[in-house]
C-alpha cells in the first residue's frame, strides 16, 4: 500500500541480503522508520514488543527469523532452539505457530547446508502468498459493500466500523478488514471509515488512521465506547474486523473489545463480518472461549500512554494514578453466534463449522 505516495510492504529483505527490514510499528503514527533485524533475537524482539504486530505479519516475521537463525547455524539441535524461542513470543495469534511449523517441516528434509536457503525462499512464499491471500479477501468482501452502496441514494457513503488495526500494517500489504475497504474505495464507492482508537495500544488510532490517510480513504477517529452510540443512530452500515485465531466452529479472537462490538452490531442489526485468511484459522479447536489461550500483556500499557506535544517532540505519560493496578488483557472471543459471516479468500463463510468446512473441506479434522 502507499506511504506518502509510494508503495510499500511491512517486512522485506534487505538489498544486500544479510538481514531482513521492517517497519518500526511502535513509533508509529508520528514517526515512519524503519528497523533491521539480523539475528534470531533481533526477529523475536520485534514480534514480543510489537515492532511487528497483527497475526499475518508475526507469521511472515516468524519465517524470517527461522532464515536468520538457520543462516547461522543449521544444525537439528539449533533448528529446535529456533522454533521454541519464537513461539515463546506472543501465545494468541496462529499463524505464529503456523508458519514456524511450516519451516520447520520444510528444511527437516533437507541436510543442513541447504536449509538456510529453503528457509529464505519459504519466508519469500509465505509473504507473496499472505498478499495473495488479502487480495482474494478484499475481491470477497467487495460484493457486500457493493451491495449496500447500491441501496443507498446517490453519492451516500458507506459506512463501515473498524476495531484494532487489521490494515496493511497487520500483514505483508493490503491487509484483512481493510482489503474490501480499499477495494471498494479503489472501485469508487464512497467509503467512510469509523475507526476505534483501540486502547490500550491504540492501534486504530495510530495505525488504522495513518494508513487510512495515506491511501485516501475518508476516516474518521472515534472513542471505543462510541461505536454502540454510531450503531443506535444508524451511523454504521457494516463492521468489518480481523482475527488472530478462529476455532474450526467460527469462534473468533480479536483484540479486546471486540466482543463488545459484535454485541452492539447484534442488538442494532448491524451486519457484523470478520476477515480471516485460512492460516489464521485453527482448524484443531472447536471452543473459543475455553480452548484459545489469551496474552495478558504489560500493566504499563494501560497505565501509559505516549503521543506528540505540540513541538513535535514525543513523549510517554502516565495516565493513572501511582500505585493503581492495572490489568490487560490483549484479546477476547465473540461466539460464532454473533458473526454475520467470515470473509476469507474462498469466499463468504457461515460462522459454523459447517460453513468453513464448505468452502475448506481439504481442511476436515
Not at 28 to 50: E, G, K
Not at 199 to 213: C, K, M
Request: with cysteine; hydrophobic share 45%.
Amino acid at each position: 500500500m502507499n506511504v506518502s505516495g509510494r508503495p510499500t510492504r511491512t517486512i522485506w529483505p534487505s538489498t544486500n541480503g544479510t538481514a531482513v527490514e521492517i517497519i518500526d510499528q511502535t513509533r508509529l503514527p508520528h514517526v515512519f522508520a524503519t528497523a533491521r533485524l539480523a539475528t534470531l533475537d533481533d526477529a523475536a524482539h520485534a514480534i514480543r514488543a510489537m515492532l511487528v504486530r497483527g497475526a499475518p505479519l508475526i507469521g511472515a516475521t516468524t519465517a524470517w527469523g527461522m532464515w536468520l537463525a538457520l543462516r547461522d547455524n543449521a544444525s537439528d539441535t539449533a533448528l529446535a532452539d529456533a522454533h521454541a524461542t519464537l513461539l515463546a513470543t506472543r501465545p494468541t495469534a496462529v499463524n505464529l505457530a503456523w508458519a514456524l511449523d511450516r519451516v520447520r517441516a520444510h528444511v527437516s528434509l533437507l541436510g543442513p547446508a541447504a536449509r538456510a536457503a529453503a528457509a529464505r525462499q519459504l519466508a519469500i512464499a509465505i509473504c507473496d502468498e499472505d498478499v495473495a491471500l488479502n487480495r482474494s479477501i478484499g475481491a470477497a468482501g467487495l460484493p457486500l459493500i457493493q451491495a449496500i452502496a447500491a441501496r443507498k441514494k446517490s453519492g451516500d457513503r458507506v459506512n463501515i466500523l473498524t476495531h484494532c488495526n487489521a490494515g496493511w500494517l497487520a500483514t505483508v500489504d493490503v491487509g484483512t478488514a481493510t482489503a474490501p475497504i480499499y477495494a471498494a474505495h479503489d472501485a469508487g464507492i464512497p467509503i467512510h471509515v469509523w475507526v476505534d482508537e483501540t486502547r490500550p495500544r491504540n492501534q486504530g488510532a495510530s495505525l488504522t488512521a495513518w494508513e487510512l490517510l495515506n491511501h485516501g480513504v475518508p476516516h474518521t477517529v472515534v472513542v471505543d465506547n462510541a461505536g454502540g452510540h454510531l450503531m443506535q443512530r444508524g451511523h454504521v452500515d457494516l463492521v468489518i474486523v480481523g482475527t488472530d485465531r478462529t476455532t474450526a466452529t467460527g469462534d473468533v479472537c480479536n483484540k479486546i473489545g471486540t466482543y463488545l462490538k459484535a454485541l452492539a452490531a447484534h442488538d442494532n442489526g448491524v451486519p457484523f463480518y470478520v476477515a480471516a485468511p485460512s492460516p489464521s484459522i485453527d482448524w484443531t479447536l472447536r471452543d473459543g472461549l475455553r480452548e484459545i489461550p489469551i496474552e495478558e500483556r504489560s500493566a504499563r500499557e494501560v497505565t501509559h500512554l505516549t503521543g506528540r506535544f505540540a513541538d513535535g517532540s514525543v513523549a510517554t505519560v502516565a495516565l493513572t494514578p501511582e500505585g493503581s493496578a492495572a490489568a490487560n488483557p490483549a484479546f477476547d472471543v465473540t461466539p460464532a453466534r454473533l458473526v454475520t459471516g467470515l470473509i476469507t479468500e474462498r469466499g463468504v463463510a457461515e460462522a459454523s463449522e459447517a460453513g468453513l468446512q464448505r468452502l475448506f473441506p481439504d481442511k476436515k479434522n
